[in-house]
Every structure is written in C-alpha cells, then in structure tokens.
C-alpha cells in the first residue's frame, strides 16, 4: 500500500465565478509544465494553474469565452466539457509543446476539446483553438457504448486514452491512438476514427467491494504509462472503496498496481522519474467531497 504525504490544498487568489468557493471543489486530471501545475476546476470551462515553487494560491483560466457556468442541467449537457488534459510534444505552431484538453463524451454536446501554445516558461501562450473530436468520439461509443474519456497520455508514438467505465455495467477500456496522426489532425481542427491504432477492454477489479474504474494517467519516459482508478458509488448513499495506482508497458501489460493508503478518491496524477524513483503528483477529493481538493505526493516501488 502507497503512502500518502500532502503537498497542499488547491486553494485559488479568486472564485472561478461569483458566488463559487476560492478553492478548487473537484479537479479532473493533473499537467505539469515547468514550474506550473494545471487541473480543470469545478467550472469544466476552466483551467486551475499553480505554482509548484511557491505555496500562493493558484489562479483560473477560462478556455472558452460564452459559456453558462449557472445554466440548467439540461443545458448543461449540450455545453463542452474540457476534462482531460493531455501534455503534448513540441510542433510547428507550438515550439514549447500545447496542451490538449479533451472532453469526457458523455453526451452528444460534449465532444468539443481545446487546444493551448505553452511558453516556454510552462505558462499558456495564446487563445485557445477549439478541436472536434465527434467523429473519433462515435467511433468509439459504437464500440464501447457509453464514453466517459477519463485520462491521456503521449508517450512512445502513441496518445493513450483511458475510457470510465463507470456504474454497472460499464466499460474501461484503454484506446491507443497513433501520435503523429493525431498531431496532424489537431493541427487541421479535427480528430476522426483514422487515428485509432487498438482498444483493450480492462476490468480492474475492486476496492471496498466497489469496481475500480480508471480516473486519470501520466506518461514516462520509454513508452510507460501510470494509471490511477477508484472506486466509488454515487447518489445519497455514495462511498469511496479506495484507490489504485498502476503501470502500464508500451504494449498496454501491467507492470504495476498497488492500492493508495486511505480512501481517497484520485481525479489526476502527474509522474515523473526523479533521482531514479518514480514520483507521483495526485490530486484528490477531500475526505467529505465538498472542502477544498489536496495534492498529495507518493513514490512508486519500481525501476524508473
């Protein structure tokens, strides 16, 4: 079992919108670049950016101008939702590499990402460009049944999608897509089924007697992947069962999993080799979902 030490609570300068707390409630996916660290907050229009060399409050950035943040829920759900975000490598247009961020596709209005320059200091560089994945997104829904893209990862000449397959049933699922086509694509605006290499289905096993589903991932050096997945139910009666993190080899085997001390729920991960060691980055929920979210550390029992 992995031990847990906190970094820091996600504590933002301002609300992301009025009336919202200053702190990031429930964060999705965890990129690092240089010394800033970035995590989609509550408001899945908006980027929660923080320093990792000073303990000041971290700040938001909205990716998409025109949006609703206090809109129904109906309306809601035909809004784009930027949930994972991707590190990408360095191109033309974006000599100090971008960052994708893809939605969950968890309903038809939900299949619009976005695409950012970074600096080279690690900060966002221009506006975002907006990116269509509709048809890689049916493409997938037609295989997997119902999308909720949870995690992405560049690593090895592959992007890396992790699918939730959250409730019962449901399908997790990991889908290789190929790099350098990808990278195309995003340059014309659009992603479609001819960037898909494979799909895995996966079944994780459980937590607390709850079935683990995969929340986020991170890539390393040499074409290696880290995974996290949690267990949990939801409605009036929702419990944690506990979390895993896991490795994965540039075939898609595990190498790696072990379970997280506690019960906490793991929404992002950031790996990196350090001194030898596999150090992780988490972002998690508080213990009652509601308080600010934490950023916790741990280091991985296996080769770097």
Known sequence: MLHLTPRRTLDLEAPAAPGRPSHVTASS?????????????????????????????????????????????SL????????????????????????????????????????????????????????????????????????RIAGAAMSGGLMRLLQRGSGEPGTDALVDLDAERVL????????????????????LGQAGGMRLSFTAASPLPGGRMVFTA????????????????????????????DALEGHVTVTGVDARVEQGRVRLLLAALSEDGAGPANLLEATLDVPA
């Open 184 to 203: 195309r694509g995003l340059e014309a605006g659009a992603l479609g089924p001819d960037v898909v290499r494979m799909t895995r289905r996966w079944e």
């Open 230 to 257: 949690t267990a949990g139910s939801t409605g009036p009666t929702a419990a944690v069962g506990g979390s895993v993190v896991g490795v994965l080899a540039p075939d898609g085997s595990p190498q790696f999993l």
């Open 76 to 147: 809601k759900s035909s809004q784009p939702d930027l949930e994972v975000p991707c590190l990408l490598v360095p191109q033309g247009s974006a000599p100090h590499g971008s960052l994708l961020m893809l939605p969950s596709g968890t309903s038809s209005g939900r299949q619009r990402g976005a695409l950012v320059a970074l600096g080279a200091d690690g900060t966002l560089a221009g506006d975002a460009r907006p990116v269509d994945v509709t048809a890689l997104y049916t493409q997938l829904s037609r295989e997997f049944g119902p999308l």
């Open 29 to 73: 996916g965890l990129v690092r670049s240089g010394d800033w660290l970035y995590t989609v907050a509550d408001e899945p229009l908006h980027l929660a950016a923080f320093s990792l060399s000073k303990a000041s409050p971290g700040h938001g950035v909205v990716l998409v101008a025109n949006h609703q943040p206090d809109a129904s829920v």
